[in-house]
Each structure stands twice: as structure tokens, then as C-alpha cells.
């Protein structure tokens, strides 16, 4: 027999609640002597620069200030509290600056392209090409739009050819037993490591130098972009997407397997969905690369002035080789358009980028704010996946 | 983690079974099968057929590969391997992949020089120093760079990092001539040469090695950093002792990564270097050419000179090749990487 | 088993940063019976120190988890901390030695002091603290991939505690945690190859090589079999004159075996753990002054 437990005392109003803290490791005179550093160290580097030698430009300014203020707070820090806490101190330092430093060189990059093709940006680059432009014009004449055009249509073409042979090649390598797993992984493997420029280079000498004379559809145009496109995505999203379903738990499979479903069935209806949102990341993140890609177009598409919709036949272009060739060309004009491509194409990446993490994103964390469990799958969930009768297949039905 | 279920016809060994021992009372193992549906047969064969494609198709591209670059080895024979100049279109043609492969192989160390401490530095912050929010914040900008095309950090570089530079460059030349690869000609041009190519490529490999050494550096156990910390230790000191050993191999493994997409990197070389084959230390100055950057400026020429830009794109696709394979042994042979996707 | 007696008389408490950089502290032990003295610099000051608890709290985020827990732990003695599980024992033994504070969304209130100083006080730092309150986990952590004798002397070198004789201090610390003879002549062999027990005792030898002066310890024989448990509650009754020892158990007869005083936590549903009450051992077990402690101590629910 349990002993009853006597009833907690009541909270009874006596002395004030305790104070709550939290030590931290810190303290003001650290910030302080961070403050100190910093403004020594620059005053320093502006001595011996300005004065005592040549100038060496702002950047290597910044190089040897930073430097001499790493130095100079971990010496007085070690003066202050031992040398054992001062290099913990000054590593936290280090690691801190260190990793925003990342941010510097993306918030530049992003904002000089801002800065330089903002003002290119008007609905007439969207809806014209260059037709009639000559180099004399100014920016504002003419547009992207071919180049637009050219961009969806190779990587809508190179995405029709991964897309499915990617998916199924990763499901072959996770969810069947064939003995050929191995070699295709190594092949798969090996091949993500090609540069780009050998995919256009392969597809250029294997198919537009032999034939291209005489088949349009193997001369410089939108699909043998598509194609040396696809060489380069297919190994990337068939890695990724085989990540994907390898973290699909097994017990998943199980429960579907018990309940009497064949593997197909398994995959199609159980694994497939579970893993649907981490697959659509990763075909976004494979599109956000492709769009991006230079150098193979140059062999395939290889460019043109004018709006080409026929990705079969003739030269294409595409939003990367315009800028490519717009900014390579001397005339401020060009460059500037150039600058507007870039823009445009580093908002659609940006954009690409941010609905692929939003499809990846974590929605248990919703759920764990409102005190839910997150969700398991039930044998509930996978009986309702499954299609047809609910009854599971006897074994002796099987096989019909 | 359960087993791997079986439905090939493999016979399940009953425990009490001694192999050899011939069972006292004819107790043999029973074959297990299981009849296929039809849905399983079509499913094993789409899948099937899939990775044949596939693995037909990329090695296909691998001999085809060969096969174009044929008559360049046919024309120059070994000497392709050891020439250093191009000069395609001159009777003899004499050309070879070394002022290539020289110019590739500086640019990525220089890279990777820059990358790994800020790499290694960024992911140490991520997995041990930040908190909730801007550890979240940090992963995605990691990301993000990663997924910037190589062609907007070319023209960046180009028309604008490559100037600023410059000073520091000349500085450099001036006062720290004692290290040969500093040496600068007294009229040599500044601002296309392989350092700033290194320091815009660095940029670009910098995601790679960060996002691997931080899978690493998280998977380190949370009960040898908590021994470290109550034996005394200061939190960098917990760091060098567990943290970094732990994850050497991730280290090593992402920074060899980053090095095979530091060698196969071409638009933005082929916009920042000169792509005139030579072969020179000094990376301060004006000059030099990478295959991948070469390959595009030379493309075109007759049947020859595509031959042998495809034999130059073969090379360093046999050296990106050994750099991931290398780097994806290392990471699954140490102790951090076991779990780590690559 | 020999006792390891200090040569060098109690010094006064140093944890407060001195004015000037890191002084030094010196201490010299005698290391092994019949052995030259060894010295370590940088280290605890000798001696078996007092803690005690005022009025300690602890949340988790906003959840309160302790109320108000003032236990005194005094020197050369051995503490057990029993109660259920869940009632914050291991929450309190981590606030000894600001263990507490590594969970980012940790926070507490009131006083823990280290022979008669709050080792809270801003400027202290927790690495000083935890140099000299050592800790001993319930699943054994040595460094699997360092060697038995770089393990023991992991500490040393976290704390830049220098010694004159590494080899003698190795020995010494594995005696004291009855490791040695097991051992002795596979020092290089890495610490991840032994036994759970052993590798046990290796944490133990790690603990005490920097010579702490107390010895907290999280439930150490939860994951061991009997005779590992054996040895090790052999090793606490020979360490208790040097160290001070607070154990965490939920063995009851272990806590009646080892210990010299108890105190028991209770936390009642959906409320912060508290002590109950506290008191020597033999009182505690034969009669408590509380309900709740006896029916605890007989087994009657826990």
C-alpha cells in the first residue's frame, strides 16, 4: 500500500521571490575592453600607414586593423585574467568576427548588383528583345525577354528529362535490393564531380560539331542546352533526392509492409509522400543551380539577339549568357543592361532559395508551440495512404 | 534500427541451427519466397530501368569523353602532359596541359587557403557558439552563398573587388618580396591575376567546407564536451580537445571538397585571368589561365582544337574525380563522418 | 590502502580573481608512498573543501524545477542527495559546480558557497569553479580516443595545471580510483577499450588527478554491474578524507552503505523539487522525522 504523500506546503506570502540570474561568461569590462581594442587597433594601423608607410588600400587597412585588435585584446585580456582565460576569450572573439565575416562579402556582392542594375529594371526589359538595338543606344532600349525565354525553356526542358529519371534512380538505389546498386552509385558519385564546362564541351563535340550541319535538332539551340544541363543536374538531384529517402524511417516501411501492401505500393503511397516536400526541395535547389549555369550554354545554346522560341532549332539565349556577353562588351550601355540580367537573375535564384526552404521547413515546430506531440505516423494515417479496400490482402490473395 | 527486410529468396537461419553440423534430426533451413505482384514487377522494372539509363548514359559520356580527345593525343602524343604553351595553330601544333593544370592548381590553393579558416571558423561558431535564432540565420546564409551563381561573383570580382584589391597587392609586391610568389615586375598590370581569381573562388567554396565541417562538428558527443568542460576546461579549451580532434576528418574531408569545386570553377577565372597559359608563381601579377577558364575563351577552332580542349577538360575532370573520391573516403573512414552525407 | 595525506597545511580559499594575474597556486603532494614529492602549479588549493547550498533555485526557461534547497556539505564527509526520480537531484548536484548554466535557457537564484564564498559572484569564473569541484557522470565519458594516460591527465591540461612528475600522478590517480593494477601496463592503450566499470574508474582517476577538492558524483553506478559498483563505492570511502563527495543515487542501500549524511528531495506533481529533510544517515534511516522520508526509505514508493 502506497503511503499517502502529505500535501505541499502552500506558497506562503513570506520573504520577496529570489532574484532569477543567469551568469554570464562576458562582463562589461570585456565589452569594454573589446571597445578598447578596436579603437586602438585602428588608430594604430592609421599611424603606421598614413604616416610611418605607403598606403596600402582600405582592404588591407581593415586585414591589419583587425589584426592588431585581435592581438591587442588578447594581451591585455591575458594581463588581466590569466593567459588560460584570455585565449578562451580571444578564441570567442576570433570565431565571432570570423563567422560574420561571411556575411560582408554576400551583403556586397548583393548590393552592388542592386545598386548597378536597379535602375535597368522597367517592364520594357521584360517585354522586349534586341531587336534594332545597336550599341550606341542607351540602356534603356531594348530588353531581356529572349533571354528569359531562353532560360525557362532549357531549364524546363532539362528538368522534364531529371526530374523523373533522377526520382526513380534514387528510389532505385534506396528501396530495391538489385545488385546493380553499386555500380550506379559509383557512376552517379563519379559524375557529380564533372565540371560544367566538360558537360557543354561533351555536348558540343558529341552532337553539334558532328551533326549540327545538318540536323537542326543537333545544332547550336535550346534543347542541346537542355541536355548538357541535365548531365550536370542529374547526379546532384539523384544524391539529394536519395538523402531524402534514406531519412524516411523504416519503420514507416515496416508498418506499411505489415499491413499487407506490396513494396511498390509501399513506395508509391508511404515513402513517396512522406518524403514529398524534402524531393521538391531538392529538384528547387537543383533548378536554382541550373539557372545559374554559364559555361555549358556557350557550347550549346550558344546565344542570340532575338526572341527564339523554338528550343529545337537555331541558337537560343539564356538569361546567364546575357549577362555573360553584355557585360564583356565595352559600351556602358551594354554593361548596364548586363547588370539589369544579373539582377534579374540573382532575384530569381534569391527566390528559388527562399520557396525551397519554405517547403523544407520544419512544421513540427508549429506544432510543438501549441503542446501537440509531433506527428508520428499512426497505422491510421498509412491505412488511409493506402488505397482501394481497407482491409489488408490475405496471403492467400496475394500474387493474383 | 531494424534489420533490412529480405524478400529475395534467401533462406532465414533458424538459431539453434549449427552450420556444418548437419542437424540431428534433418533440420535444414526452409527457403523463403515471395511471389511477386504484378505492381512489383512493373515497379522493379521502372526502377530498373531508371538506373541502367543512367548508368549507361554517364558511361557512355566517360567513353565518349575519351574518344574526342583521341586525336589530340594522336597528334602530341605524352608530350601533351608535359608542354606547357598552346599554340594550336602552328605547323607542328604544339600544345599541352601544364600551364593549364599549374594556373588551375594555384588559383584553387589559393582558394582553399583563404576558405578553410573561415570555414572551419564559421562552422565552430554555428555548432558551438550560437544560439537558436542566429544559428538558424547563419545555416541559411551559408546556403545562400553556396547558391549564388558563380557568374554574378565573376563580374563582382571583376569590375569591382579586382580594384580594390589592387593596392593591397602592390603592398604586398613591395614589402614582402622575399617570398617568391610575391614578386611583382616593377610594370606588371595588378588586377587580373591568380590571387584575386583565389579570393573570388574562396568565396565560392567557402559553403562547402563550412556546411560539411559543421555537419561534423554537431555530430560531436555531447558527453565527451561535458567531461572536458567539468574537468576545468574553458570552452575553447573543450573545443581543441573533443570538438577539432573529433572532426579532423570532416575538416579534411570539406576541405578537399571545396578544392575539386575550386578546380573545376570556370566562369568566373575565365572573367578574371588572361588565359594565356604560363607557367609562373607569381600570383600577383597579371596572368595565367586555368583549363575550365581556357576551355571557354578557346572553344570554336577546328576539329583539332576541340579535341584537345576536350583532352585538357578530361584531365581536370580526372583531378576533380580523385579530389571527391579522396575526400569522401576520408570522411566515412574517421570518426566524425560515418553519418555525414557528402 | 594507503591514505594520500597533503604535506602542505589548509591555505585560505582562493577563487575570487586575485589583483594580480593568476597567482599561482602551489600545492606538493606525496604522490606515492616512499616516492619524491610532486608539484603542481596552477591548480585547487589542498584540502577538502565545505559546500553548502542557500537557498537555491533553479528554472528551466520558465519552468521552476527547485525551491528553495539549503543543504550543507561538509568536508571529509560523504553526502548522498536521495529521493524518486524527476525531483531535481541531478538539477542541484549541476548547480554545485555551474554545470547548470551550459543549458542556454537555464537560470537560478540564491547562493552556492565554496568554503564560505558564492561561487555565482560575478568575476568568478565557472572554469576556476569546476577546476575545483569535480564531476563524475552517470554513463561513463572518458575520451575514447586518447590513451589512458593522456585521459587521466585530460584535466592538467584543460587547466594548465603543470606537475613535475606525470608519470607518478598518472599512478597515483588510478590507485586512488583502483584502476592501477588493471592497468598499468596498457597506459597507452586508448580509454574507449575497456569495460563500462573501468572506464568508470577512469573518470574517477581523471577527476581526482587535478586533485579537486570535492567530488560530485551524478548516479556513477547506474550503469554498472554489482561488482564494478563494489569497487567504486570502495574508492569513495577511502577518497571521503580528501574530497569532499556528493552523491546522487537511487539505490537506497548504497546511500545507507556509502554515505555519512542524506539529504531527501521530493517533488510533488506539477510543483518544484524541495529537500524534505536532511540529517545524518543513521538518523535518516532508522528515524526520520518526516512522513514522507520514511515511507521513502522503506521502500514503500520511489
Same mark, same amino acid.
Given at each position: 500500500?502506497?503511503a499517502?504523500?502529505a500535501p505541499?506546503?502552500e506558497?506562503?506570502?513570506?520573504?520577496?521571490?529570489?532574484a532569477?540570474?543567469?551568469p554570464?561568461? =562576458?562582463?562589461?569590462?570585456?565589452?569594454g575592453t573589446?571597445?578598447?581594442?578596436?579603437?586602438?587597433a585602428?588608430?594604430?594601423?592609421?599611424?603606421?600607414?598614413?604616416r610611418l608607410?605607403?598606403?596600402v588600400?582600405w582592404?588591407? =587597412?581593415l586585414?591589419?586593423?583587425?589584426?592588431a585588435?585581435l592581438v591587442l585584446?588578447?594581451l591585455?585580456?591575458?594581463?588581466?585574467i590569466?593567459?588560460l582565460?584570455?585565449?578562451?576569450?580571444?578564441?570567442t572573439?576570433?570565431?565571432?568576427?570570423?563567422?560574420?565575416l561571411?556575411?560582408?562579402?554576400?551583403l556586397w556582392?548583393?548590393?552592388?548588383?542592386?545598386?548597378k542594375g536597379?535602375?535597368?529594371?522597367r517592364?520594357?526589359f521584360?517585354?522586349?528583345d534586341?531587336?534594332?538595338?545597336t550599341?550606341t543606344?542607351p540602356a534603356?532600349?531594348?530588353?531581356?525577354?529572349?533571354a528569359?525565354?531562353?532560360?525557362?525553356?532549357?531549364?524546363?526542358?532539362a528538368?522534364?528529362?531529371?526530374?523523373p529519371?533522377?526520382?526513380?534512380?534514387a528510389?532505385?538505389?534506396?528501396?530495391?535490393?538489385s545488385r546493380l546498386?553499386?555500380?550506379?552509385?559509383?557512376?552517379?558519385?563519379a559524375?557529380s564531380?564533372?565540371?560544367?564546362?566538360?558537360?557543354?564541351?561533351?555536348?558540343?563535340a558529341? =552532337?553539334?560539331?558532328p551533326?549540327?550541319?545538318?540536323?537542326?535538332?543537333?545544332?547550336f539551340?535550346g534543347?542541346?542546352?537542355a541536355?548538357?544541363?541535365?548531365?550536370?543536374m542529374?547526379?546532384?538531384?539523384t544524391r539529394t533526392?536519395?538523402v531524402?529517402?534514406?531519412?524516411?524511417?523504416?519503420g514507416?516501411?515496416?508498418a506499411?509492409?505489415?499491413?499487407?501492401?506490396?513494396?511498390?505500393?509501399?513506395?508509391?503511397?508511404?515513402?513517396?509522400?512522406?518524403?514529398?516536400?524534402g524531393?521538391?526541395?531538392?529538384?528547387?535547389?537543383g533548378?536554382a543551380r541550373?539557372?545559374?549555369?554559364?559555361?555549358?550554354?556557350?557550347?550549346?545554346?550558344?546565344?542570340?539577339?532575338?526572341?527564339?522560341?523554338?528550343?529545337?532549332?537555331?541558337p537560343?539565349e539564356s538569361?546567364?549568357?546575357?549577362v555573360?556577353?553584355?557585360?564583356?562588351?565595352?559600351?556602358?550601355?551594354?554593361i548596364?543592361?548586363?547588370?539589369?540580367?544579373?539582377?534579374v537573375?540573382?532575384?530569381?535564384?534569391l527566390?528559388?532559395?527562399?520557396?525551397a526552404?519554405?517547403i523544407?521547413?520544419?512544421r513540427?515546430?508549429?506544432?510543438?508551440?501549441?503542446?501537440?506531440a509531433?506527428?508520428m505516423p499512426?497505422?491510421?494515417?498509412i491505412?488511409?495512404?493506402?488505397?482501394?479496400?481497407?482491409?489488408?490482402?490475405?496471403?492467400?490473395?496475394?500474387?493474383? | 534500427?531494424?534489420?533490412r527486410?529480405?524478400?529475395?529468396a534467401?533462406?532465414?537461419?533458424?538459431p539453434?541451427?549449427q552450420?556444418?553440423?548437419?542437424g540431428g534430426a534433418?533440420?535444414?533451413?526452409r527457403?523463403?519466397?515471395?511471389?511477386p505482384?504484378?505492381?512489383?514487377?512493373?515497379?522493379?522494372?521502372i526502377?530498373?530501368?531508371?538506373?541502367?539509363t543512367v548508368?549507361?548514359?554517364?558511361t557512355?559520356?566517360g567513353i565518349f569523353?575519351?574518344?574526342?580527345?583521341?586525336?589530340?593525343?594522336d597528334?602530341v602524343g #605524352?608530350s601533351?602532359?608535359?608542354?606547357?604553351e598552346?599554340?594550336?595553330?602552328s605547323?607542328?601544333?604544339?600544345?599541352g596541359?601544364?600551364?593549364?593544370?599549374v594556373?588551375?592548381?594555384?588559383?584553387?590553393?589559393?582558394?582553399?587557403?583563404?576558405?578553410?579558416?573561415?570555414?572551419v571558423?564559421a562552422?565552430?561558431?554555428?555548432?558551438?557558439?550560437?544560439t537558436g535564432?542566429?544559428?538558424?540565420?547563419?545555416?541559411g546564409?551559408?546556403?545562400?552563398?553556396a547558391?549564388?551563381?558563380?557568374l554574378l561573383f565573376?563580374? #563582382?570580382g571583376l569590375?569591382?573587388?579586382s580594384?580594390q584589391?589592387?593596392p593591397?597587392s602592390?603592398?604586398?609586391?613591395r614589402?614582402l618580396r622575399w617570398?617568391?610568389?610575391?614578386?611583382?615586375?616593377?610594370?606588371?598590370?595588378?588586377d587580373?591575376s591568380?590571387?584575386i581569381?583565389g579570393?573570388?573562388?574562396?568565396?565560392?567554396?567557402?559553403?562547402?567546407?563550412?556546411a560539411?565541417t559543421?555537419e561534423v562538428?554537431s555530430?560531436t558527443?555531447p558527453?565527451?564536451?561535458?567531461?572536458?568542460l567539468?574537468?576545468?576546461?574553458t570552452? #575553447?579549451?573543450?573545443?581543441r580537445?573533443?570538438v577539432l580532434?573529433?572532426g579532423?576528418?570532416?575538416?579534411i574531408?570539406?576541405?578537399?571538397?571545396?578544392?575539386?569545386?575550386?578546380?573545376?570553377?570556370?566562369i568566373?577565372?575565365?572573367l578574371?585571368l588572361?588565359q594565356?597559359?604560363?607557367?609562373t608563381?607569381?600570383?600577383l601579377?597579371?596572368?595565367?589561365?586555368?583549363v575550365?577558364?581556357?576551355?571557354?575563351r578557346?572553344?570554336?577552332g577546328?576539329?583539332?582544337n576541340?579535341s584537345?580542349?576536350?583532352?585538357?577538360g578530361?584531365?581536370?575532370?580526372?583531378?576533380t574525380?580523385?579530389?571527391?573520391?579522396?575526400?569522401s573516403?576520408?570522411?566515412?573512414?574517421?570518426?566524425?563522418?560515418?553519418?555525414?552525407?557528402? | 590502502m594507503?591514505?594520500?595525506a597533503?604535506?602542505v597545511?589548509q591555505?585560505?580559499p582562493?577563487?575570487a580573481p586575485?589583483?594580480?594575474p593568476?597567482?599561482e597556486?602551489?600545492?606538493t603532494?606525496?604522490?606515492l608512498?616512499?616516492?619524491?614529492?610532486?608539484?603542481?602549479?596552477?591548480?585547487p588549493p589542498?584540502?577538502a573543501?565545505?559546500?553548502?547550498?542557500r537557498?537555491?533555485h533553479?528554472?528551466f526557461?520558465?519552468?521552476?524545477?527547485?525551491?528553495?534547497v539549503?543543504i550543507?556539505?561538509?568536508?571529509g564527509?560523504?553526502?548522498?542527495?536521495i529521493?524518486?526520480s %524527476?525531483?531535481?537531484?541531478?538539477?542541484?548536484?549541476?548547480?554545485?559546480?555551474r554545470?547548470?548554466?551550459l543549458?542556454p535557457?537555464?537560470?537560478?537564484?540564491?547562493e552556492?558557497?565554496l568554503? %564560505?564564498? &558564492?561561487?555565482?559572484?560575478?568575476?568568478?569564473r565557472?572554469?576556476?569553479? /569546476?577546476?575545483?569541484?569535480g564531476?563524475?557522470?552517470?554513463?561513463?565519458?572518458?575520451f575514447p580516443?586518447?590513451?589512458i594516460?593522456?585521459?587521466?591527465?585530460?584535466g592538467?591540461?584543460?587547466a /594548465?595545471i603543470?606537475?613535475? &612528475?606525470?608519470?607518478?600522478?598518472?599512478?597515483?590517480?588510478?590507485?586512488r580510483?583502483?584502476l592501477?593494477?588493471e592497468v598499468r601496463?596498457r597506459?597507452?592503450?586508448p580509454?574507449g577499450?575497456?569495460?563500462?566499470g573501468q572506464q568508470?574508474?577512469l573518470?574517477?582517476? /581523471?577527476?581526482?588527478?587535478?586533485q579537486?577538492?570535492a567530488l560530485l558524483?551524478?548516479?556513477?553506478?547506474?550503469?554498472?554491474?554489482?561488482?564494478?559498483?563494489?569497487r567504486?563505492e570502495?574508492?569513495?570511502?577511502?577518497?571521503?578524507?580528501?574530497?569532499t563527495?556528493?552523491i546522487?543515487?537511487h539505490?537506497?542501500q548504497?546511500?545507507?552503505?556509502?554515505s555519512? /549524511?542524506?539529504?531527501f528531495?521530493?517533488a510533488?506533481?506539477?510543483?518544484?523539487?524541495?529537500?524534505?529533510?536532511?540529517?545524518?544517515?543513521?538518523?535518516?534511516?532508522?528515524?526520520?522525522e518526516d512522513?514522507?522520508?520514511?515511507?521513502?526509505?522503506?521502500g514503500r514508493?520511489?
Amino acid at each position: 500500500m502506497v503511503a499517502a504523500l502529505a500535501p505541499a506546503a502552500e506558497p506562503t506570502a513570506g520573504p520577496a521571490p529570489p532574484a532569477r540570474r543567469r551568469p554570464r561568461e =562576458f562582463t562589461a569590462v570585456d565589452y569594454g575592453t573589446i571597445g578598447g581594442s578596436a579603437l586602438s587597433a585602428l588608430t594604430l594601423t592609421w599611424l603606421i600607414f598614413a604616416r610611418l608607410t605607403d598606403g596600402v588600400g582600405w582592404l588591407g =587597412f581593415l586585414v591589419v586593423a583587425y589584426v592588431a585588435f585581435l592581438v591587442l585584446f588578447g594581451l591585455v585580456t591575458a594581463d588581466r585574467i590569466g593567459v588560460l582565460a584570455a585565449k578562451d576569450r580571444l578564441a570567442t572573439v576570433t570565431i565571432t568576427s570570423g563567422a560574420m565575416l561571411l556575411l560582408a562579402p554576400l551583403l556586397w556582392l548583393v548590393g552592388y548588383v542592386l545598386v548597378k542594375g536597379l535602375p535597368g529594371l522597367r517592364p520594357s526589359f521584360f517585354t522586349h528583345d534586341m531587336r534594332g538595338v545597336t550599341p550606341t543606344m542607351p540602356a534603356s532600349a531594348g530588353g531581356g525577354l529572349h533571354a528569359i525565354i531562353g532560360s525557362l525553356q532549357q531549364v524546363g526542358l532539362a528538368l522534364l528529362i531529371t526530374v523523373p529519371l533522377a526520382v526513380s534512380t534514387a528510389v532505385f538505389l534506396n528501396e530495391t535490393r538489385s545488385r546493380l546498386r553499386r555500380p550506379v552509385r559509383i557512376v552517379v558519385d563519379a559524375m557529380s564531380g564533372m565540371p560544367s564546362v566538360v558537360a557543354g564541351l561533351f555536348i558540343y563535340a558529341t =552532337f553539334v560539331i558532328p551533326y549540327g550541319g545538318q540536323i537542326d535538332l543537333f545544332g547550336f539551340n535550346g534543347f542541346m542546352a537542355a541536355l548538357a544541363l541535365s548531365m550536370i543536374m542529374l547526379p546532384t538531384i539523384t544524391r539529394t533526392v536519395e538523402v531524402v529517402l534514406r531519412l524516411v524511417p523504416d519503420g514507416l516501411r515496416e508498418a506499411s509492409l505489415s499491413l499487407g501492401a506490396s513494396r511498390a505500393r509501399t513506395v508509391w503511397s508511404v515513402v513517396l509522400p512522406t518524403a514529398r516536400s524534402g524531393v521538391t526541395t531538392a529538384v528547387v535547389l537543383g533548378i536554382a543551380r541550373a539557372v545559374g549555369e554559364t559555361a555549358p550554354l556557350l557550347f550549346t545554346a550558344f546565344g542570340y539577339q532575338l526572341i527564339n522560341s523554338n528550343p529545337f532549332a537555331n541558337p537560343q539565349e539564356s538569361l546567364p549568357l546575357f549577362v555573360f556577353r553584355s557585360i564583356t562588351q565595352p559600351q556602358q550601355s551594354m554593361i548596364d543592361r548586363g547588370f539589369t540580367g544579373a539582377l534579374v537573375l540573382m532575384l530569381v535564384v534569391l527566390g528559388l532559395f527562399a520557396l525551397a526552404r519554405f517547403i523544407g521547413r520544419d512544421r513540427t515546430r508549429s506544432r510543438r508551440r501549441t503542446g501537440q506531440a509531433p506527428a508520428m505516423p499512426t497505422g491510421a494515417d498509412i491505412f488511409e495512404a493506402l488505397p482501394g479496400p481497407g482491409a489488408p490482402v490475405s496471403v492467400a490473395q496475394k500474387g493474383s | 534500427m531494424a534489420q533490412r527486410l529480405r524478400t529475395d529468396a534467401v533462406p532465414d537461419e533458424l538459431p539453434e541451427e549449427q552450420p556444418g553440423n548437419g542437424g540431428g534430426a534433418g533440420t535444414r533451413p526452409r527457403a523463403v519466397n515471395d511471389v511477386p505482384t504484378r505492381l512489383d514487377r512493373v515497379f522493379a522494372g521502372i526502377t530498373t530501368t531508371a538506373g541502367l539509363t543512367v548508368l549507361t548514359l554517364l558511361t557512355l559520356v566517360g567513353i565518349f569523353l575519351f574518344l574526342r580527345s583521341r586525336e589530340a593525343f594522336d597528334t602530341v602524343g #605524352w608530350s601533351f602532359f608535359t608542354t606547357f604553351e598552346w599554340r594550336i595553330d602552328s605547323t607542328p601544333a604544339v600544345f599541352g596541359v601544364v600551364g593549364l593544370a599549374v594556373g588551375t592548381v594555384l588559383v584553387a590553393i589559393i582558394a582553399v587557403t583563404i576558405a578553410i579558416p573561415l570555414g572551419v571558423c564559421a562552422a565552430l561558431f554555428i555548432s558551438d557558439y550560437a544560439t537558436g535564432r542566429v544559428r538558424g540565420f547563419l545555416v541559411g546564409l551559408v546556403d545562400l552563398l553556396a547558391a549564388i551563381p558563380s557568374l554574378l561573383f565573376g563580374l #563582382w570580382g571583376l569590375l569591382l573587388l579586382s580594384s580594390q584589391i589592387v593596392p593591397l597587392s602592390a603592398w604586398l609586391g613591395r614589402h614582402l618580396r622575399w617570398f617568391p610568389p610575391f614578386r611583382v615586375a616593377a610594370d606588371a598590370g595588378l588586377d587580373n591575376s591568380m590571387f584575386i581569381a583565389g579570393i573570388v573562388v574562396s568565396l565560392m567554396v567557402l559553403p562547402i567546407i563550412a556546411a560539411v565541417t559543421r555537419e561534423v562538428f554537431s555530430q560531436t558527443p555531447p558527453n565527451e564536451k561535458e567531461a572536458a568542460l567539468a574537468l576545468g576546461g574553458t570552452k #575553447w579549451g573543450m573545443i581543441r580537445m573533443v570538438v577539432l580532434p573529433y572532426g579532423r576528418g570532416g575538416i579534411i574531408g570539406g576541405s578537399m571538397l571545396g578544392l575539386g569545386r575550386a578546380l573545376g570553377e570556370t566562369i568566373a577565372v575565365s572573367l578574371l585571368l588572361p588565359q594565356v597559359p604560363k607557367v609562373t608563381g607569381r600570383i600577383l601579377e597579371n596572368g595565367g589561365a586555368t583549363v575550365s577558364g581556357f576551355i571557354v575563351r578557346r572553344f570554336g577552332g577546328g576539329e583539332l582544337n576541340t579535341s584537345a580542349l576536350m583532352a585538357a577538360g578530361l584531365v581536370l575532370f580526372g583531378m576533380t574525380l580523385v579530389t571527391n573520391m579522396l575526400a569522401s573516403v576520408i570522411i566515412s573512414r574517421s570518426r566524425s563522418g560515418v553519418g555525414v552525407e557528402v | 590502502m594507503t591514505d594520500f595525506a597533503t604535506d602542505v597545511p589548509q591555505g585560505p580559499p582562493r577563487l575570487a580573481p586575485p589583483a594580480a594575474p593568476d597567482a599561482e597556486q602551489t600545492q606538493t603532494i606525496n604522490v606515492l608512498p616512499g616516492g619524491p614529492p610532486v608539484k603542481l602549479v596552477g591548480g585547487p588549493p589542498p584540502g577538502a573543501a565545505t559546500i553548502e547550498s542557500r537557498g537555491a533555485h533553479a528554472w528551466f526557461g520558465d519552468h521552476l524545477v527547485l525551491e528553495d534547497v539549503h543543504i550543507a556539505m561538509p568536508p571529509g564527509e560523504v553526502t548522498a542527495l536521495i529521493g524518486p526520480s %524527476g525531483c531535481g537531484k541531478s538539477t542541484f548536484l549541476r548547480l554545485l559546480n555551474r554545470m547548470h548554466e551550459l543549458v542556454p535557457s537555464a537560470s537560478l537564484a540564491g547562493e552556492i558557497l565554496l568554503d %564560505g564564498e &558564492d561561487i555565482y559572484r560575478p568575476g568568478i569564473r565557472a572554469q576556476q569553479v /569546476r577546476m575545483r569541484i569535480g564531476m563524475v557522470f552517470q554513463k561513463p565519458n572518458p575520451f575514447p580516443a586518447m590513451s589512458i594516460r593522456d585521459n587521466v591527465l585530460a584535466g592538467l591540461k584543460l587547466a /594548465r595545471i603543470k606537475c613535475s &612528475d606525470k608519470a607518478g600522478l598518472v599512478e597515483q590517480s588510478l590507485l586512488r580510483a583502483g584502476l592501477w593494477r588493471e592497468v598499468r601496463d596498457r597506459l597507452g592503450s586508448p580509454g574507449g577499450a575497456l569495460s563500462g566499470g573501468q572506464q568508470q574508474r577512469l573518470c574517477i582517476a /581523471r577527476a581526482l588527478a587535478v586533485q579537486p577538492n570535492a567530488l560530485l558524483m551524478d548516479e556513477p553506478c547506474s550503469a554498472l554491474d554489482p561488482t564494478s559498483t563494489r569497487r567504486i563505492e570502495e574508492t569513495i570511502a577511502e577518497l571521503r578524507h580528501n574530497v569532499t563527495i556528493v552523491i546522487v543515487t537511487h539505490n537506497m542501500q548504497q546511500a545507507y552503505r556509502v554515505s555519512d /549524511r542524506c539529504a531527501f528531495f521530493l517533488a510533488a506533481e506539477n510543483e518544484p523539487g524541495r529537500v524534505v529533510e536532511q540529517g545524518a544517515t543513521e538518523t535518516m534511516f532508522s528515524a526520520p522525522e518526516d512522513q514522507r522520508t520514511l515511507a521513502y526509505v522503506e521502500g514503500r514508493f520511489g
